[in-house]
């Protein structure tokens, strides 16, 4: 990028297909446009286009009222309105579209001039057009609504969640700060109370998985595969990597992370002088400094981000900055938000939301350093010509995200004038590294498990959980009386229930951040540069191409990860 920056324009394309004041909110507004597209005759290369262009501009509206509904839901969990909004799209307008969908990809697989398209992105998407004709089944629509409806469940039942601490009711996601005090025993109390509010709701979010999974296993037979997890690998378009290779993964993690995991939580345990490290010590600074608070209030935050991203690039900053001026960000933690983060991309415009539960931590600070790395790659290949090139893999939407909290390391002094505190911010966020990629691991490895044996009871489950979570935790922790928290710990990853089998591409991506920052380090232009030009190309080259672009490797082998983790190492043990 250059160094001046340049006016994000807020306005989206001028509409051609779809009027100016179309709304697609019922389905007899949105039908004829279906019906239009499948009447269309495309008798030459020229008339292919303009047809792909015009069916992207449908998705693109639509799908972007459909974002609006799932952001007024997530951002007030108690609003009927919101709920309904969202529950009519999944319930009345979604089951209809599909098998039209299904309808104009068939079209479009029998045009003779389909595949004489040039350029390996009409490949990929012809490809996934193919992939998604091939697994249609008209029986899954209703099953797939009530999935989706379930799934919302989830959200609902932990916005719910709050506790009191102090006379003072709190969400979960606000108390959780107080496991960084430096007092042991508040800390213990408020770990205790965080558990013990999730465990009340445990059997029923056990109950909801079941229902999920039994769901998930008839979807996936329904379209001829033996489980679900091979269904979702072709629904999801891995056509990249197998099953083997998430499973090489889980072995390379295994025996080159988990043994440093180990040794950071001997020397925590040393450093806070305990007995015995407990799960409610892990978040506290080992040395018993005050916790690390990069910003006050969410106004803050976003100034400083922005300040941060001008620093790497002005045009980072401005895509902050507009987001911020439309209304995009809303990242304040209250009663009846839903739990998580998230960054949205909106179609139509090309300015995603971004969707945050701040309380003033430093996980705060990296969250929306990673969300602010989505939102950018939202904002570069908002012009690309259709609808499909801008839906990048995951493995690729994580890079992106994850290779702008490192990345943007060198600038955290924006939120740090102190320098010590800026190493411990630092120091941290790369031992978050070396936690994240094994429960990446622990998470994968259980959902492989689950999909392969649909019809397990609750208590085989909860031993499988156990034993891949020992394969995967360091063997320090004392989990000593708190062995059912333990057991249910898996409840708490909202992917399991509302995005199945998307974990993974956060191990995949994580390094390849760690090699983009490692080639950002030799050449900080050059690797900016490169960053960038990968995200340009949204999803117009296959996830090895794009990883190539950015000067890197998509490799997850032991011997790859090994090289990674000990340039990590290496950057821990610098006087950062």
């Known amino acids: 990028m250059n160094n ?24 007899e507004a949105i039908e004829p446009y279906y019906k239009k597209l499948l009447e269309t005759d495309i008798a030459d290369m020229e008339s292919l286009r303009a047809w792909l262009r015009n069916r992207s501009e449908l998705e693109a509206v639509i799908s972007e009222n459909a974002a609006w509904r799932y952001i007024r839901m997530t951002c007030d969990t108690t609003n009927e309105e919101y709920r309904n909004e969202y529950t009519y799209f ?6 209809k579209i599909a098998p039209l969908n299904h309808k104009l990809n068939e079209k479009i697989i029998k045009n003779p001039y389909s595949h004489q398209l040039d350029g390996e992105a009409y490949k990929i998407l012809f490809r996934n057009i193919e992939k998604d004709f091939k697994i249609f089944r008209e029986e899954n629509i209703p099953l797939k609504t009530d999935i989706q409806n379930l799934a919302k469940e989830y959200g609902a039942i932990f916005g719910a969640m709050t506790v009191t601490i102090d006379n003072k009711e709190m969400t979960l996601q606000q108390a959780a700060t107080i496991l960084e005090s430096t007092d042991r025993q508040k800390r213990e109390e408020t770990y205790k109370k965080i558990s013990e509010r999730r465990l009340r709701d445990k059997k029923k979010l056990d109950g909801l998985y079941d229902k999920l999974i039994r769901l998930r296993d008839k979807v996936a037979h329904n379209a ?3 489980n679900f997890r091979d269904y979702m690998f072709t629904y999801m378009g891995r056509f990249d990597y197998t099953p083997q290779d998430c499973f090489d993964f889980h072995d390379s993690v295994q025996k080159e992370v988990v043994p440093l995991l180990n040794q950071l939580s001997a020397e925590r345990k040393e450093q806070l002088a305990v007995d015995s490290l407990k799960p409610w010590d892990k978040a506290v600074d080992p040395l018993s400094r005050p916790p690390l608070r990069p910003f006050k209030n969410s106004e803050e935050l976003i100034e400083k981000t922005i300040a941060c991203f001008n620093r790497l690039d002005p045009f980072l900053g401005e895509c902050i900055s507009t987001m911020r001026k439309t209304g995009r960000l809303d990242l304040d933690s209250r009663i009846g938000k839903a739990p998580g983060g998230y960054n949205y991309p909106l179609a139509e415009s090309g300015i995603p939301f971004i969707f945050m539960n701040t309380s003033g931590t430093l996980r705060d600070m990296i969250t929306i350093l990673h969300e602010g790395g989505h939102a950018v790659h939202s904002i570069v290949t908002r012009d690309l010509e259709l609808t499909d090139f801008k839906h990048t893999p995951s493995e690729v939407a994580e890079l992106a995200s994850m290779s702008m909290e490192l990345i943007s390391m060198d600038h955290w002094d924006v939120f740090f004038e102190n320098e010590e505190e800026l190493k411990r911010a630092k120091k941290q966020h790369l031992e978050q590294i070396i936690q994240t990629l094994p429960w990446v691991a622990t998470i994968d490895k259980f959902q492989h ?14 031993a499988k959980w156990n034993e891949i979570f020992a394969e995967f935790s360091d063997n320090i922790t004392d989990w000593t009386g708190q062995e059912e928290v333990r057991d249910f710990l898996w409840q708490r990853q909202l992917h399991l229930y509302e995005v199945p089998f998307y ?19 030799e050449d900080p232009s050059g690797g900016l540069n490169g960053y960038l030009s990968a995200l340009k ?14 000067g890197i490797q998509f490799d997850f082998s032991r011997e790859y990860i090994s090289e990674l983790i000990s340039f990590v190492k290496r950057e821990m043990e610098k006087d950062v």
Do not use: C, M
Not at 16 to 24: A, G
Not at 90 to 95: A, S
């Open 503 to 521: 974990y993974i591409e956060y191990g995949f991506a994580q390094l390849g951040a760690v090699a983009i920052w490692k080639r950002f380090r």
């Open 224 to 226: 001829g595969f033996g």
């Open 4 to 27: 001046q920056s340049k006016t994000i324009s807020t306005a989206h394309k001028p509409r051609t297909f779809v009027n100016e004041d179309f709304v697609p909110d019922t389905w």
């Open 449 to 462: 498990w689950i999909y392969e044996n649909p019809d397990h009871t609750p208590a085989e489950r909860i």
């Open 90 to 95: 999944i319930t009345e307008i979604e089951p």
């Open 537 to 550: 190309l949204g999803y117009t080259r296959s996830i090895p191409g794009i990883y190539e672009t950015a």
